[in-house]
T-cell receptor, first 115, second 111 residues
Framework: EAGVTQFPSHSVIEKGQTVTLRCDPISGHDNLYWYRRVMGKEIKFLLHFVKESKQDESGMPNNRFLAERTGGTYSTLKVQPAELEDSGVYFC?????????????FGAGSRLTVL | DQQVKQNSPSLSVQEGRISILNCDYTNSMFDYFLWYKKYPAEGPTFLISISSIKDKNEDGRFTVFLNKSAKHLSLHIVPSQPGDSAVYFCAASPGTYKYIFGTGTRLKVLA
C-alpha cells in the first residue's frame, strides 16, 4: 500500500512569490490534514478535510494560505504571497476515520524556504 | 499557549538501558494520546497510543503510561537500541480528529 506522498520535497522561493504544495493521501482515507513545523517547534495543526469538505481550518495562519481537496482525493496548499515566516516543513497526514483509534499517517513533508 | 508540552528537548541514554520520555498537557478534555517517532528528512511515524480510560498500554519494548490527575504521560523504551535514536512527539486529541502535538524530544541512544 502506497503511503502519503508529498511534492515537492523542498522548495526555495523568494518573498512575495507563490508556492503550491501537493499531498496524495492513502487511497480510501477520507480524512486529510495539513500540519506545519517551524524549526525546533511543535508540529502545528493547520486544517482538516473530510473528503472534499473543510472540517476545521482553525490553524490556518491567514488568508495567504489556501487549501483545497478536489474530489476528495489529493490536496493542495497554496501560499500566496509567501513571507519569510512561512518557512518550515509542511506535513500532510491522512486517516481512515470511522470507529476506533484515529491514527494519522504522515508524509515525508515539504520543506519550504522563503528568502 | 502550548497545550501539550515536552519540556526536555533532548535525552541521551546508553544502549540497553531504559529511555523515559515525558509529556504534560493542560486540557482536561484530551482523551486520546499518540506517540510518534521522527527520523531526519522523514515524516513522523506512529508508535503507540493510549486512551484516557486506560493508564497503561504496552507494545513490545514500548510502554506508555497515563496519569490523568497529573495530566502527564510518559513513554518508556526498554531496552533502548541505537535505532531508537530519533525525535519523539506526543500528541493529544479532545475526541475530535484534530491532534495537538508537542515540540518533541530528541533521543540519542549511545552504543
Amino acid at each position: 500500500e502506497a503511503g502519503v506522498t508529498q511534492f515537492p520535497s523542498h522548495s526555495v522561493i523568494e518573498k512575495g512569490q507563490t508556492v503550491t504544495l501537493r499531498c496524495d493521501p492513502i487511497s480510501g482515507h477520507d480524512n486529510l490534514y495539513w500540519y506545519r513545523r517551524v524549526m525546533g517547534k511543535e508540529i502545528k495543526f493547520l486544517l482538516h478535510f473530510v473528503k472534499e469538505s473543510k472540517q476545521d481550518e482553525s490553524g490556518m495562519p491567514n488568508n495567504r494560505f489556501l487549501a483545497e481537496r478536489t474530489g476528495g482525493t489529493y490536496s493542495t496548499l497554496k501560499v500566496q504571497p509567501a513571507e519569510l515566516e512561512d518557512s518550515g516543513v509542511y506535513f500532510c497526514a491522512s486517516s481512515q476515520g470511522g470507529s476506533g483509534a484515529n491514527v494519522l499517517t504522515f508524509g515525508a513533508g515539504s520543506r519550504l524556504t522563503v528568502l | 499557549d502550548q497545550q501539550v508540552k515536552q519540556n526536555s528537548p533532548s535525552l541521551s541514554v546508553q544502549e540497553g538501558r531504559i529511555s523515559i520520555l515525558n509529556c504534560d498537557y493542560t486540557n482536561s478534555m484530551f482523551d486520546y494520546f499518540l506517540w510518534y517517532k521522527k527520523y531526519p528528512a522523514e515524516g513522523p511515524t506512529f508508535l503507540i497510543s493510549i486512551s484516557s480510560i486506560k493508564d497503561k498500554n504496552e507494545d513490545g519494548r514500548f510502554t506508555v503510561f497515563l496519569n490523568k490527575s497529573a495530566k502527564h504521560l510518559s513513554l518508556h523504551i526498554v531496552p533502548s537500541q541505537p535505532g531508537d535514536s530519533a525525535v519523539y512527539f506526543c500528541a493529544a486529541s479532545p475526541g475530535t480528529y484534530k491532534y495537538i502535538f508537542g515540540t518533541g524530544t530528541r533521543l540519542k541512544v549511545l552504543a
